[in-house]
């Protein structure tokens, strides 16, 4: 996997309650520290998303927003890359 030797990962996808769930719990007991983008991961039944959700926080997944990570990644605001990224990714 690219980037295998990083000790984060951010994972975002479809079928929450599956393939995003069971990537993020591999992950977790590889060793790595997970963060799952909630307003980027879907299901096609709200609370199979809302459970999947509540279980990976519970195993020590972080639950974070694309705002949160687009923040957090940016570090400092007022910078022409905030800028663009605000205006083409976050609005």
């Avoid at 809302?50 to 195993?59: G, K, N, S, T, V």
Wanted: one cysteine or more; charged letters at 25%; a negative charge.
């Amino acid at each position: 996997m690219p980037g295998a030797e990083r000790r984060q990962v951010v994972v975002c996808g479809i079928e929450s309650h599956v393939c995003v769930m069971q990537t993020a719990l591999d992950l977790r007991a590889s060793g790595k520290e997970v963060f799952v983008v909630a307003d980027a991961v879907s299901s096609r039944s709200p609370d199979d998303r809302h459970y999947a959700l509540e279980r990976m926080r519970h195993q020590g997944i972080e639950i974070v927003t694309r705002e949160m990570a687009a923040f957090e990644w940016l570090q400092v605001a007022g910078t022409d890359l905030f800028r663009e990224v605000s205006r083409n990714f976050l609005r």
